[in-house]
């Protein structure tokens, strides 16, 4: 254990940038949702499963989206900071979408797979400093 004690954490630790705004994360949130919904179409009539999944997916993403206390927000129930432990889990498990809906080995799953990796980045690069989002809110 004293190895751990003695080691400086933030030296090891490799962080993003936190180069995206409260705002520019609400832009990239609803931009997010559309792919998904463009993608539940294009699979609607060749892959059903991964139709319901990226439907499901752009729902969810909206709304999180309509409920964050961010600029972009309708109504805003959910601090911005939850939003990105939200985001965080999302990313986590989006590749599991296939799996759970029955569409693994496909190439809608790719999608799904890409997309954890994508929302991670945006999940590191998001500046989640709740008084951020909600100045910009204000500041609207």
């Known amino acids: 254990m004293k190895f751990f004690e003695d080691r400086d954490s933030s030296a090891a ?33 060749s892959n059903k499963r991964a ?20 600029r972009l927000g309708l109504k805003p129930l959910i601090p911005f900071k939850t939003h990105g432990k939200m985001d965080s889990v999302f990313a986590s498990s989006s590749w599991l979408m296939p799996l759970i809906f029955g569409f693994r080995g496909t190439a809608a799953a790719k999608i799904f797979e890409v997309n954890s990796l994508a929302e991670a980045s945006v999940v590191g690069m998001t500046d989640w400093d709740s008084e951020r989002a909600h100045e910009e809110r204000e500041a609207a």
Do not use: M, W
Not at 51 to 68: D, E, H, N, V, Y
């Open 13 to 45: 630790e490799t962080k993003l940038s936190k180069t995206i705004s409260p705002t520019a994360h609400g832009v990239i949130d609803y931009s997010h949702s559309a792919f998904f919904f463009v993608v539940g179409l294009c699979c609607s009539r």
């Open 51 to 70: 139709a319901a999944a990226a439907f499901a997916t752009s729902g969810f993403i909206l709304a999180q989206s309509l409920l964050t206390d961010y």
